[in-house]
C-alpha cells in the first residue's frame, strides 16, 4: 500500500475501523483512537509533536503487513452478535485478568517498592483501575445491554446509559494513562525479577484489550442508537 491510500484527514478511529492492526501504532505513540478518535490522523501526529509522513509510513507499513489476512469487521455484526462478542472477548478476559495484576502488583510492590516507591503508586492505580472497570462491566451487562436489546429501546433511557458509558471510558483512559507514566512506558529495569517483567505484560495487554473494548462501544455499538 503507498503512503498516499490513507487520508491524512480521516478520524483515527475510523482508521482503525477500516485497518484494526493501525491500532497498535497509534497505542504506541499514546495516540487515543477510543475516546479520543474524532481527530485525523494529521492532528494526532501534531498533538504528539511527531511528523506527518513518519506516522503515515507506520500506519502504511502495519496495514501492508496485514494484506491478504483474513478481515472481520465489527460493523458487519448484528447488535446482538456484537454485544455477545465484547462480552466474551472483552468483559471475560478482564474479570479473568484484573484479580491476577492487582496480586502481581501488591507481591511487586511489597518486594521492590522500597527500592523504587513509584511502584506503590503503581499497586494503588491498579487497584483503582481493576475497581473502575469491574463496575463499568457490572453495569454495561446490567443496564446498557439489556436496554439496546429490548424489542423497542427506549431513546431516553440508551442515551442515560451511554453517557454513563462515555464517562466510565474517559476516566479508564485518564487512569490507563497515569498507569503508563508510572511504569515509564512499562520500561524495564535491568534488576527486574520475573513477577515484576509479567505484571508490565499483563498490563500492556490489559491497556491493549480496553482501547479495543472501548472502540467497539464508542464506534461501533454508540452510533447505531445515535442515529435511531
Not at 500500500?1 to 482508521?15: P, S, W
Not at 439496546?148 to 429501546?153: G, L, N, Y
Request: hydrophobic residues 45%.
Amino acid at each position: 500500500m503507498t503512503l498516499t491510500m490513507l487520508n491524512h484527514q480521516q478520524a483515527i478511529a475510523d482508521v482503525v475501523l477500516d485497518h484494526p492492526e493501525c491500532a497498535m501504532v497509534f497505542q504506541r505513540h499514546r495516540m487515543d483512537f477510543c475516546c479520543g478518535g474524532d481527530i485525523s490522523i494529521e492532528a494526532a501526529a501534531a498533538a504528539r509533536g511527531m511528523a506527518l509522513d513518519a506516522l503515515v509510513a507506520e500506519l502504511s507499513e502495519a496495514i501492508a503487513g496485514r494484506a491478504g489476512a483474513p478481515q472481520h469487521d465489527p460493523r458487519d455484526l448484528s447488535t446482538a452478535r456484537l454485544v455477545a462478542h465484547i462480552i466474551s472477548t472483552h468483559h471475560e478476559y478482564l474479570r479473568r485478568t484484573l484479580p491476577f495484576v492487582e496480586t502481581l502488583a501488591t507481591k511487586v510492590s511489597e518486594v521492590h517498592g522500597e527500592h523504587q516507591p513509584e511502584l506503590r503508586d503503581l499497586r494503588a492505580a491498579v487497584s483503582e483501575l481493576s475497581a473502575a472497570l469491574i463496575a463499568h462491566l457490572d453495569e454495561e451487562e446490567d443496564e446498557l445491554f439489556p436496554a439496546i436489546m429490548a424489542r423497542e429501546p427506549d431513546r431516553a433511557i440508551t442515551d442515560k446509559h451511554f453517557g454513563s458509558m462515555l464517562a466510565d471510558h474517559l476516566e479508564v483512559a485518564k487512569q490507563l494513562e497515569h498507569i503508563r507514566a508510572l511504569s515509564h512506558d512499562f520500561g524495564l529495569p535491568d534488576w527486574a525479577c520475573t513477577s515484576y517483567k509479567t505484571l508490565f505484560a499483563e498490563l500492556q495487554r490489559v491497556e491493549t484489550d480496553t482501547f479495543t473494548h472501548v472502540h467497539l462501544e464508542n464506534h461501533v455499538l454508540r452510533p447505531r442508537f445515535l442515529a435511531a
